[in-house]
Every structure is written in C-alpha cells, then in structure tokens.
C-alpha cells in the first residue's frame, strides 16, 4: 500500500474549510492543495531533495504539501537560517543507507542547539504524526495560535495537529507580542502552545487575558509549578497539558495532572503506549519509541543511538513518585568539579513574587573555574517600586536555603530582558 502523504490526508478535509488564518489572508483546504499544486507543477519531477523555508508561513504549508512523497528528503529550514553546511556537504548520499523498507520523504529537521551543536535529524510523517489526533468532529471547533516557527519540531507538530485534526492554524504578525496575542484573540485563537518562559511573558502582557483558551500547552522546556499553576489562574477553562518532546526523539509523552516532572510509574515497561522510558546511572533520560523511523546527523556523521534508546540529553532526578527535569546535561555548569544545573537554580529564582524571568549561566573565576550568574527580569506590575539591593539578597538567601551552596548564584544582575530564541526558549549560547 503507497504511504499517506501529507497532501493525501489534508484532502480528508472539505475544500471549503477554513484551514489557515495569516495577517494576509485566510485560506480553505482547497486553496491551499491548489498552491501546492501549482508549486508541484512549476518543479515537476521527483528529486532528491527539496528545501521548504518557513519565512512565509504559507509558501512552507504549500512546499510540504507539494513535495511530501515526491522527494526522497525535504529539509525543514526555518526562517532566516542558512542551510546547514552538513546538508551540502553530502547529507543527501547518506539517505541512502536508510532501510529499505523506509519508501517515504524524510523530513529532515535542525535541533535548536541552544546547549550545543545544532544536529540533523530525519523523520518521515508517519513518525511526525504518531500522535496526531486525527479526530475532525473533536478538532474542528479548534483554533491553534502558531508562536512556534513551523520549521521547528515543536512547530510542525502544532501545525500537522491543526491542519490534520480538523482546526484552523492561525499565525500571528511577526511583531510585538502584545500585537500577537491581539490577533490571535481577535481570531478566536483557544488552544496556544509555547514554552515556559513564553507562557510567562504572555501571562504579563496585557490583553492576554482576552484569549478563550480551552487548551494550554507547554513544552521544550521544563514546566515547573510555578507557570503551571499561574496558567490554570489565568485560564480556569483550560487544559493544561505539558508535553516532552524532542526533534531527536519526537514526542515522548504528556502530563495532564497539572504537576511538575512526570509520575514514576511512566518508568514502568509497557505503561506508556510505543514509548519505553529509562533513567541511565547518571540521571539521564533515555526514550524508545516503535514508530521511530529516523536518523540523526552532526555534521556528515551520523549519531547512533544505543539499543533503540535516544539519549534525550535531560537530567532527572526521582523524587518520591515524581520524575522530575534537572536541565540539560550538555549546559550544566563547573563549579570547582562540581555540576550545576542552571535550569534548577532559576527554578528557585522564579519562584519568588518579584522575578518574571530568569537566565542562569557561567562566570569565569580565576580559583573556581566557574561560579554561578544570574540575571533576572523584575515583573512589570510590583505595586510598590523594589530596593534591588535587598532583593539581590533575599533571591540568594532563598537559594541557599534550597540548593547546595556552589549552586547558589553568586552574581545576580538585573536586566530589563532575557533573551529568547525563535521557538521562545531561553537563549543560552
């Protein structure tokens, strides 16, 4: 039987239904086939590869469209990058060592790289929609707001759920995000997907309570209490679901019980359906999955996973009946031979009323090595103004309190904004 291809599965939905809402026109299933269709035509032929830039949200709709299934590879590049130089120094030759049972285009995506080296990966739609709920009557009264780019693991799946689970993907301007979330409420946006440190900067801009949210997603980072219990203040009518996922390993599983970290029993074989999870001896997590017909690349080598397990490179530690995220093992810092993990430090950091974001990192020190930075964001609605000086100090007493003591920062600096990269994750390079 020939493989579904993307364009195959968009065509179980009406021509009429409205699919894709930009800030330069919405268009129906049958408009958008009939792009890709076009852009089909005008590079007839099946090729090796294929490069869809996601600059313009629908030219990257039409390009996947157009050469899923035609294509033996169909690079994924988001906006404003450069393709990879691993793609040009032979990535394509390497296709053919792919099993031979593999007869669908492989999608090949970049990780972020926000701990190190951005790596290549393949997958083909079957593995990116594994978890697609392709329920149209359920999914039809659902509009996705896109604050991903559609390039990214994170954005592909958002879009293949809307456009192949019955709802429309509204994509908002590329501008301020109080302007963004002005659209997307405009537009009776309802389910939002985005990072932690996103979620936070939407909750303190205003407007955003203008939103009818029923689904609230986070994912590529970690979830902790805090923003978890401030989205379900913010929007009682909504689920709250936080998801682990990679461009590595595709998506792991979901946590819908609106706690931190993921139960013990996930750990259990056979708990989580084609997913087997493992915690190696150094509190890494390693995932498994049946339907995972991908390759990873770092530059022209390939990165060969052990046993069927993908190293998600995250650290866990087991805590009672809870597995819960430590951070990255590739960006822990060196403290006198000692690791830190930065993404723990500004989890105690974010706990405090006054702090609305926070970035912890290494600063260089003739005897230790490293010690631990931070630089934090005050929230723009303190009903009094902050003595800076005292909070410095109540924010490091408070980590002393909770962490070992080469974990407590060292330096805290405050900072009118952290930087973020295009999918919204603290940038940490």
Not at 109 to 120: A, D, M, R, V, Y
Not at 126 to 147: C, H, N, P, Q
Not at 250 to 265: C, E, H, I, N, Y
Request: charged share 20%; hydrophobic share 45%.
């Amino acid at each position: 039987m020939k493989p579904a291809t993307f364009e195959s599965l968009l065509g179980r939905r009406p021509a009429e239904d409205e699919v894709l809402v930009t800030p330069q026109a919405t268009r129906t299933a049958g408009e958008l086939a009939a792009r890709a269709s076009a852009l089909r035509g005008d590079r007839a032929g099946a090729s090796r590869a294929r490069v869809a830039r996601s600059d313009d949200t629908e030219d990257f709709l039409a390009s996947l469209l157009a050469f899923d299934g035609d294509a033996r590879a169909l690079l994924c590049l988001p906006q404003g990058e450069p393709v990879p130089v691993a793609w040009n120094a032979g990535l394509e030759c390497q296709l053919d060592s792919l099993p031979a049972t593999t007869t669908q285009t492989h999608w090949v995506l970049s990780t972020s790289g926000t701990t190190g080296t951005p790596k290549l990966v393949a997958h083909t739609l079957e593995s990116l929609t594994s978890t697609t709920k392709f329920d149209m009557r359920t999914g039809a009264g659902m509009r996705w707001g896109l604050v991903y780019d559609p390039a990214r693991f994170a954005g592909l799946q958002l879009v293949l759920q809307a456009l192949l689970g019955g709802g429309v993907l509204v994509v908002p301007p590329q501008e301020a995000l109080a302007s963004q979330i002005a659209f997307m409420a405009k537009h009776g946006v309802n389910s939002l997907s985005a990072t932690p440190t996103l979620w936070r900067k939407i909750l303190m801009t205003v407007g955003s309570e203008r939103l009818p949210l029923m689904q609230a997603t986070l994912g590529g980072e970690i979830a902790d209490q805090p923003i978890l219990d401030a989205i379900r203040h913010r929007f009682p009518s909504a689920r709250v679901v936080h998801i682990y996922a990679s461009t590595e390993a595709g998506v792991g599983f979901s946590v819908k019980d609106g706690q931190a970290g993921f139960p013990l029993r996930y750990l259990e074989p056979g708990h989580l359906a084609g997913i087997e999870l493992r915690v190696g001896e150094d509190g890494r997590l390693f995932i498994k999955k049946a339907a995972a017909a991908r390759l990873i690349w770092d530059g022209a080598s390939r990165v060969a996973s052990e046993g069927g397990f993908v190293d998600s490179g995250d650290v866990v530690r087991i805590v009672g009946e809870r597995v819960m995220f430590l951070g990255r093992s590739s960006g822990s810092i060196n403290v006198g031979g000692r690791k830190v993990m930065p993404e723990t430090v500004e989890g105690v950091l974010l706990q405090h009323p006054a702090i609305a974001a926070a970035k912890v990192y290494a600063k260089r020190s003739s005897v230790m090595g490293n010690l631990v930075a931070a630089d934090v964001c005050l929230r723009s609605d303190a009903a009094v103004p902050i003595d800076t000086a005292d909070l410095r100090a109540e924010l490091q007493a408070s980590c002393r309190r909770r962490l070992a003591n080469w974990e407590v920062p060292a330096f805290v600096r405050f900072v009118e904004d952290i930087a973020v990269t295009t999918n919204g994750k603290v940038r940490r390079s």
